[in-house]
């Protein structure tokens, strides 16, 4: 019967040692554990056992009680001071009480085994004691690790509460730089959920721009119906995300207008406003956009997904970027075979008032595409090559292929504007700049 566990055969295989003055029990010792894996080294003294322990790692030494010029228990103790991590078992013989305790006392022996011993017993002791010593090692192992890393963090607490100093001086010296750096850290995250909207409009054509104008469209409704900055920004971030929980679809599904999916893909189709929430939810400050999400596929009438909602009980921006994105989808391709035009579209999404659409977005939106002059476009498009310093894009600078170059707000300077001339020259492309008129004009 052999109850040892096999070895990790990643790992250097246990070293044990045998000391015995007798050599046939030596022998016989090497026979029954060899097999096992185990390297097995043997000294016939404790001098000899000593000087391999200077040679070798040893992770188990087993040493015979009775042997001439140093005993067992002289061998252990020495071997306790200078390897005391080496585990250290003693064979003795029925009679050796007083040597046991000596050993114990001396040699601080985990185990004595009698003589003559049981293999298995043997096998058992020798097996159990290099477990404990793997168990010990990694137990030293995680504290030190967890020391180290409680240093590191002190470390890191005093830097932090230092740099938390520093940050708090600097605030306090110079608020109005502070609210600058402010400003520009809202201005990159919106450039950032741009350039990620951007990823799901790479994987086909006719969705270049798709986002970006469905995000302006929704912002420009959530105005006109009186939403406050912060409720505008929620589902302007949403129109530009409004896409993502398509980030799964194969290139067929992307590609299929809405009419045209049926069966499986209408199913993953049904759960791509879950699939958006999920993606937001995370993020605390885009919780809002995630909830708009859930629901942007609902309908007034309560026929759309994933929950039936119907009427006010859909969140208000959601009925907004439900509209926009079929707005722009119909015109795209994207909702029916066919391109339409915009005075169809809009005629699809006015007959569609109380249905599909809140009317109140309806009426809204209405208002915004036939000439409300609170509404019109007061930009004005510039060629790069009368650029100049100081400009400001009113409009995401955007290529053909729907990447964006520059976002909306960035103030031109020489070095951008001979950037943007040296892209035009390489790509052999014409970009048109959407620009504010300077102040005044």
Known sequence: MNDSLPLDTQAAPPSVLFVDDEPNILASLRRLFRPLGYKVLTAESGAAGLLLLEQERIDLVVSDM?????????????????????????????????????????????????????????????????????????????????????????????????????????????????????????????????????????????????????????????????????????????????????????????????????????????????????????????????????????????????DGLAGELIPLGARILALASDYDNLQIGALVQRRVLPADARQVIYDSSGKRYDPVVVAAFRALLEGDPVERVRDQAAVAAYLTPGMVLSRDLVSAEGLMLLSADHVLDERMIQQVRDFETKNEVRLYIWIWPPKGK
């Open 66 to 306: 009775r042997m001439p010029e140093m005993d067992g228990a002289r061998f252990l103790e020495l071997v306790r001071q200078r390897w005391p991590d080496t585990i250290r078992l003693l064979l003795t013989g029925y009679s050796d009480i007083a040597s046991i305790l000596a050993a114990i006392n001396r040699g601080e022996i985990y185990r004595y085994i009698t003589k003559p011993w049981d293999d298995n017993d043997i096998l058992l002791v020798v097996k159990h004691a290099l477990e404990r010593r793997a168990l010990e090692q990694e137990k030293d192992r995680l504290e030190a690790l967890t020391l180290a890393q409680n240093e590191e963090l002190k470390a890191l607490n005093l830097s932090l509460e230092a740099k938390v100093a520093e940050r708090t001086a600097e605030l306090l010296a110079s608020r109005d730089a502070t609210l600058d750096v402010n400003n520009k850290l809202k201005r990159n995250f919106i450039t950032t959920i741009k350039i990620f909207s951007s990823m799901i409009e790479m994987r086909g054509g006719n969705l270049a721009g798709h986002s970006r104008r469905v995000a302006d469209l929704v912002r420009r409704i959530a105005a006109k119906l009186g939403l406050s900055a912060p409720e505008t920004q929620e589902v302007f971030i949403a129109g530009l995300l409004h896409d993502i929980g398509k980030i799964g679809f194969s290139d067929e599904l992307l590609s299929l207008p809405v009419n045209l999916v049926v069966g499986e893909n209408l199913s993953a189709f049904r759960k791509h406003p879950l699939r958006a929430e999920q993606l937001l939810m995370p993020l605390d400050d885009l919780r809002g956009a995630a909830a708009v999400l859930r629901s942007h596929m609902e309908r007034f009438d309560g026929a759309g997904f994933p």
